[in-house]
């Protein structure tokens, strides 16, 4: 059986399909199984052991190139499209559900195709078998409703210690399988020993997101590593794409940090996270690889909603302030309310929590420091 995989991007996104991976190749073990997917996030399928092939889009370089006249581009994805059709696919599922990932589906050569029953941006013409979507759940959840309408076995989000369903695995048993090496675990060894970090007794920190509106304060993430350093006896070190926001960040500390963004890859991130005491991070890509790393997450949350796209999993704090506007998924905002009345303090008191409790439930706390509630 060969089964043809599209889930082009973003990196929570491809993070979020992981479980779905593992399900497919549970339900299919003999299967040929293909993932479609485009550069930004390709690090983290390759060399995946559920995977017998990775097809990388270079999408947003072919459209930027052709459209500056590189006819030589086309050669390009005329290889890419060749090697698509190369396979007759008994199953392609598109768990993208957008019209870049409609026409790969379309292109593809297959005897069924699965996707949701959706018209976002036209997907819905290029599947013919769907299934409801229900926004209502996490991404994780139902992009896995898909391989439950193969006949999968489902899976369901209980605590450590409640029984699963009958049809069920424990949440603990979801794979969420990012593939690291000897030398990914190398290279994080050698970034520890040069900075003096040892494993299990650093806080990783990400300011970074794409949208403006899921940004906290640089001045809050200053008071909030100085006091992480300071009163728990941590050291701070900041990831992310790139140097420029942790630079700004500890230009306003008091104390000392380590700024390591743009010096791992997406493996070598996880391998990172994986081992920090906890991970302090916006709404974004590297929150959803420390989840699927297995590292304690604090997550600041405020034009999204958590319980969609939150850390997921037992053992992370979701901080929110729950106001009146929020989730609006906007991303532009002329006040950012919601992301900048969170507090140090509260933010501070969850990293403490989080590391002395380790609490079994994934929990949702008011950003005021007020009260909790399950997600």
């Not at 996104?13 to 399900?23: E, F, N, Q, R």
């Not at 290889?79 to 593809?108: P, T």
């Not at 728990?232 to 940090?257: C, N, W, Y």
Request: net charge neutral; aromatic share 6%.
């Amino acid at each position: 059986m060969n089964i043809l995989i599209v889930k082009l991007s973003a990196i929570g996104d491809v993070v979020h399909t992981l479980p779905s991976l593992a399900a497919l190749r549970k339900l299919y073990p003999l299967a040929h199984i293909t993932w479609v997917i485009e550069e930004a996030a390709a690090d983290l399928i390759k060399g995946h052991p559920y995977l017998d092939r990775v097809l990388v889009s270079y999408r947003k370089r072919w459209v930027k190139e052709i459209s500056r006249g590189k006819i030589k581009t086309l050669k390009e994805v005329f290889l890419f499209l060749r090697e698509l059709r190369s396979r007759r696919y008994d199953l392609v599922i598109d768990f993208h559900g957008l019209l870049k990932s409609s026409l790969i589906v379309g292109l593809a050569p297959a005897g069924r195709k699965l996707g949701f029953d959706s018209m976002q941006e036209l997907s819905g013409l290029f599947v013919r078998e769907k299934i409801p979507e229900d926004m209502t759940k996490h991404a994780v959840d139902r992009y896995l409703d898909l391989v439950h309408h193969l006949g999968g076995k489902g899976f369901s989000r209980q605590a450590k210690g409640e029984e699963p369903a009958a049809d069920g695995y424990r949440l603990e048993e979801m794979e969420f399988l990012i593939p690291r090496g000897e030398a990914e675990e190398e290279k994080v060894a050698g970034l520890l020993a040069a900075n003096g970090l040892i494993r299990g007794r650093f806080v990783a920190v990400n300011p970074a997101a794409l949208w403006e509106t899921k940004l906290w304060e640089d001045e809050g993430f200053a008071g909030l590593c100085d006091r992480i350093t300071g009163e728990l006896g941590l050291p701070v070190v900041f990831t992310g794409a790139d140097k420029k926001e942790g630079r700004r960040i500890q230009a306003l500390m008091s104390l000392s940090s380590i700024n390591l963004a743009g010096e791992t890859s997406l493996r070598e991130l996880s391998s990172l996270y994986w081992q920090a005491a906890a991970v302090v991070t916006t709404d974004t890509g590297p929150m959803h690889i420390a989840a699927a790393s297995g590292a304690p997450v604090v997550a600041l949350f405020g034009p999204t909603d958590p319980a969609r796209t939150g850390p997921y999993g037992p053992g992370h704090l979701v901080l929110r302030l729950g106001i009146a506007c929020s989730p609006c998924f906007r991303r532009k905002c002329s006040t950012r309310a919601c992301m900048r009345g969170i507090e140090i303090e509260a933010v501070f008191q969850a990293v403490r929590t989080l590391l002395q409790d380790r609490p079994s439930l994934h929990e949702t706390i008011a950003a005021d420091g007020s009260g909790d509630n399950n997600l």
